[in-house]
């Protein structure tokens, strides 16, 4: 797996819309390969362990496809989901300062202000340029694409 994954890296700095053919046939196979010795080296396991283990297997084996997604299409699934949690982590923190939001029109606002400067970093806009910009009556919109 981690071969398919600096394999899509090089594809995306490449300019790449997908890796090579090879790469990703033995990277499934490699893959597919791993899942059936974990669901024959697991069947029949009685402990709790043993059970997850061969159910992981099983999933693995049954779900490739959603496994191995950022193979296919490296440029809009990535390896991980690290930027999701990234973007998650500020409200966690200010429900642990404060305990929680006091008013669901206050979480809102709050979840839209974060989103707002989380989409206008993503652009390459200043995240204070655009809270000026939006206390000033003209908000930063992205284009539409």
Known sequence: MLALKTAA????LAGEDHIPADILAAGVASFRHAALIGVKDHAGQLTPIGKKLHALARRMRERIDDYLRFAQDPR??????????REVR?????????????????????C????????????GINQLDALIQLASGRPWIPAAS
């Open 9 to 12: 890296e090089t594809a995306i």
């Open 90 to 110: 500020m409200v966690k923190v200010r429900q642990k300062i404060s305990g929680a939001m006091r008013t669901l029109t206050g979480a809102e606002h709050f």
């Open 76 to 85: 809009r699934c990535p390896f991980d989901n690290n930027a999701a949690e």
């Open 112 to 123: 839209h202000l974060r989103s707002y400067l989380a989409t206008a970093g993503k652009h």
